[in-house]
């Protein structure tokens, strides 16, 4: 269901808007009509008896306390926001507490008892929203800075938070809207066979927006690496040290190491940390014939993660004098996966006889970047997350930008625009009908419009913020 947005009830909702848990401070906030009233009757401020919330200035601090039925609660300090100037642009209040679980709880209870209802997953972002104070782009922007797990990831999360995406978003709705209207006029003279706009610059202005859509698709790839990380895969042979790796590289005992092969019959993921890039970890089954089904089972998601991963780790045991062997395999990789990068590690350096000239080897052989490794005693892991961090580096070869996609909702839209024009510049080349034409060209103003929320799904908003925290 398509349509456009409608003021949102404003009814008073509150919500502990701080984790639970013991610390020094909490905040509890609210938001709504008639929260200045439901503010007054549990609060008193500290020497003004008569205070009232509706009197105070926004942007203002007051200490008092907070009361029920059967005394005092905690001493708080209430901020004031006065509609629009809030977050929600509705009346506000927030109350700063002491931060213990029980405390904070026994204050939300006081204003449900006073007429504020349970706050939604999201719904003062939702409200933010409706209200017209942020975007769909924007709110979503909030809810990928508090769940960023980098500095890259925060700081795109950030520049999109600030609109720098909604700028250039509705820079191109206007510009597909401005034709549409013409187009649209058009039809309304047909019986004069007026044209309003040529179809010469018409098709100009969709090439211009074209290559503006071509820029913030490509740009996908690198905002998915900075949000969710390099899919990095480690693989190999059994008793190669896959797991062993694992654990060194998380600095934990994450994955179980056995001399046994076949041990891991299904994969783990787990993320770390370098230089600001994050690397999401699977250690697969070993490579090889299985024995039995539950083997064979896990081999075969071992495959499915390789064939999804943006970077590879195949893992050999380089004190093995049959260690060239794994190069057929290695060659099979970089023809099955182009689009992935490879690094070979070579394992258990420590106890290779003439180290230097197996790695020599390795390398002319397989033509890749190899890092020698001793995993179970941590010697060569930091050349090797260098190895992995110049990797990175290169699958992010655009240039740094502003602006860029991280999510595949956005990624989807754009494409589904892309498309829309170009069936539109196809109508315009054969002499199509202006109608078709216009038709077109609405379709990919409806799909620009779906980021940022001019032109919304329901059931994709809903699903948006039911991810929030509730109290956020």
């Known amino acids: 269901m398509q349509g456009t947005l409608l003021p949102q009830q404003e009814d008073p909702i509150a919500a502990i808007a701080t984790p639970l848990g013991i610390g020094a401070l909490a905040v509890v906030r609210l938001s709504g009509g008639g929260v200045f009233e439901i503010a007054d009757k549990v609060f008193r401020k500290k020497n003004s008896p008569s205070f009232q919330f509706a009197q105070s200035k926004g942007f203002r601090a007051h200490f008092g306390t907070v009361y029920d039925q059967e005394g005092l609660v905690d001493e708080v300090i209430a ?58 782009l924007q709110a979503e922007a909030i809810g990928e ?56 610059e018409l098709q100009q202005e969709l090439d211009g927006l074209q290559q503006e859509l071509a820029r913030l698709t490509d740009s996908y790839q690198h905002g998915r690496l900075l949000k969710e990380g390099v899919a990095t895969v480690i693989a190999g042979k059994p008793n190669a040290g896959k797991s062993t790796l694992l654990n060194a590289l998380l600095e934990e005992e994450r994955s179980i190491v056995s001399h046994q092969p076949g041990t891991t019959r299904d994969y783990i993921e787990e993320c770390f940390i370098h230089e600001k890039t994050i690397f999401r970890l699977t250690d697969t089954a070993g490579l090889r014939e299985g024995s039995e089904d539950i083997e064979h089972e896990g081999i075969r998601r071992s495959y499915k993660k390789i064939a999804e991963a943006d970077l590879i780790l195949y893992l050999l045991d380089i004190s093995r004098q049959d260690y060239l062997d794994d190069v057929a395999q290695i060659q099979t990789f970089l023809a099955d996966y182009p689009e992935a990068c490879l690094i070979v590690v070579a394992n258990k350096t420590d106890l290779a006889k003439k180290r230097d000239e197996r790695l020599s080897a390795l390398r002319t052989k397989t033509e890749c ?89 329901e059931e994709i908003v809903n699903l948006i913020f039911e991810r929030f925290c509730i109290g956020k």
């Open 145 to 200: 800075m508090i769940h960023a797990r980098s500095e890259s990831a925060f700081r795109t999360a950030v520049t999109q938070m600030q609109g720098t995406l909604s700028s250039k978003l509705e820079a191109m709705r206007s510009e597909l809207l401005r034709s549409c209207a013409l187009l649209e006029l058009e039809l309304d003279f047909s019986e004069e066979e007026v044209e309003f706009q040529s179809r010469c």
């Open 79 to 136: 901020l004031v926001f006065r509609a629009p100037n809030s977050f929600t642009k509705e009346d506000m209040v927030e109350l700063s507490c002491h931060g213990g679980p029980v405390v904070v709880k026994h204050i939300l209870k006081v204003l449900l008892d006073n007429g504020c209802r349970l706050a939604e997953p999201g719904e003062f972002t939702r409200r933010a929203f409706l209200n017209g104070r942020i975007d769909l």
């Open 369 to 457: 970047e190899v890092c020698g490794i001793a995993a179970a005693k941590g010697e060569g892991l930091d050349a090797l997350k260098q190895y992995m961090t110049g990797i990175a580096e290169v699958l992010n070869k655009q240039q740094e930008s502003s602006v860029l996609i991280t999510s595949l909702r956005h990624y989807e839209a754009l494409r589904n625009a892309s498309c829309a024009l170009k069936n539109a510049q196809t109508l315009i080349s054969r002499g199509g009908e202006t109608e078709l034409i216009a038709f077109e060209l609405r379709a990919a103003l409806d799909s620009v419009g779906e980021i940022t929320g001019k032109v919304f799904n």
